[in-house]
């Protein structure tokens, strides 16, 4: 019997996606939209980004939800989901995209662009002596797949680069800290935070009023990892008072940042609309149907997400 691969998402159209799947499932697999299955009983594999609610009842005989990002905080936060695997995409191309845009923020941050954006509206000269990258602090928090490229990416500019997870690792160039009890000091010493935490019921809100307190005053804050980790009143606060000297944001606790929002006009702070990385066709394509295969055969899944954790 033939098996049906069923694909939702909003942003991302259909077709690309079924093209490069198709050559790497072969005839046994079917791929279809979700407005369009003929056969709900077949479907056993969901490559989904924010499906309604109520989508997975439609389908009883599934056995894999296969993410179609990295971040999988609104998947598991349901409470209609499956008692399946899930798996989130974990690929190269993704990483390096990310691993780029964290590169662009320290840099703009590193070396004074928003001062020179502003000298250069007011038509003014206003040289800046820059510091070299290895008397700049750079922390990152959150060392997961794109998180620890990004790490060692800045680490390899020559940035004296620090990163915070929960569990040690080893990262070329990178001081790696752990735990809650480690966050204050790696805030305190950084010049620019950049934050890759997924959103879990632990992160929500984590950084707050009282760790921007913490960060050295002047200190620039990315964050390209969902709006809700950060208490987006505090960072306000913070930029108004010239505690935080800018910020490069990608992601915010409501999607699109509404017209009137403060952000949009605080000095040294760069809004770019949630698009740090996205999820590549042709480069995720072989690790979904990896997955696939290792679903029919009783293989181990790669890039499973753990429901307990949340990410
Ligand atoms: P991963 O899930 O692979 O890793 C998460 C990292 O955060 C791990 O290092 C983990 O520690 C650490 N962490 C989790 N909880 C805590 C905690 N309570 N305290 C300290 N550290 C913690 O994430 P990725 O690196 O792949 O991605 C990060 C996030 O980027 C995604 O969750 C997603 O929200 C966002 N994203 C944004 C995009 C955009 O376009 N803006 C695109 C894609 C993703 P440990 O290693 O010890 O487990």
Redesign the pocket.
């Known amino acids: 019997m033939t098996d049906t691969l069923v694909f939702y998402s909003g942003p991302d159209p259909f077709e690309p996606w079924r093209d490069a799947l198709a050559p790497h499932l072969g005839s046994d697999v079917r791929i279809e939209e979700a407005d369009a299955v003929t056969d709900p009983e077949t479907v056993r594999f969901a490559l989904v980004w924010m499906p309604p609610e109520g989508f997975f009842a439609r389908f009883p005989n599934l056995q894999l939800v296969i993410n179609l990002?990295?971040?999988?905080?609104r998947l598991v936060a349901r409470n209609d989901l499956p008692d399946v695997p899930i798996t989130?995409l974990?690929d190269p191309e993704?990483?390096r995209m990310?691993a780029g845009?964290v590169l662009f923020s320290v840099l703009r941050h590193a070396r004074d662009i928003p001062h020179f954006e502003a000298a250069q509206a007011r038509r003014e000269w206003a040289y800046k002596h820059p510091r070299a990258a290895s008397e700049i602090t750079v922390a990152i928090?959150?060392?997961?797949?794109?998180?620890?490229?990004?790490a060692t990416e800045i680490a390899r500019q020559g940035f004296d680069t620090h990163?915070?997870?929960?569990?040690?690792?080893d990262l070329p160039g990178v001081t790696v800290h752990?735990?809650?009890d480690a966050?204050d000091d790696v805030l305190a010493q950084a010049d620019i935070v950049v934050c890759?935490?997924?959103?879990?019921p632990?992160?929500c809100k984590?950084l707050d009023e009282n760790c921007f307190g913490r960060m050295k005053p002047g200190a620039a804050f990315v964050n390209?990892?969902?709006g809700e980790v950060v208490d987006q009143d505090a960072l306000v606060i913070a930029l108004r008072d010239g505690r935080l000297s800018g910020a490069t944001l990608?992601?915010f606790e409501t999607e699109p940042l509404a017209p009137d929002h403060p952000l949009w006009s605080l000095p040294g702070v760069l809004i770019t609309p949630?698009?740090?990385?996205?999820a590549l066709p042709n480069s995720a394509a072989p690790q979904i149907a990896a997955n696939i295969r290792a679903t029919q055969t009783g293989r181990a899944l790669a890039n499973e997400v753990s429901r307990l954790?949340?990410?």
């Open positions: 990002g990295a971040g999988v905080d989130r974990s993704m990483g990310m845009y928090l959150g060392l997961g797949e794109l998180g620890a490229l990004a990163g915070w997870a929960t569990r040690p690792k752990c735990g809650d966050l890759m935490l997924p959103l879990t632990d992160t984590r390209v990892s969902r990608d992601v949630h698009l740090a990385s996205v954790r949340g990410y």
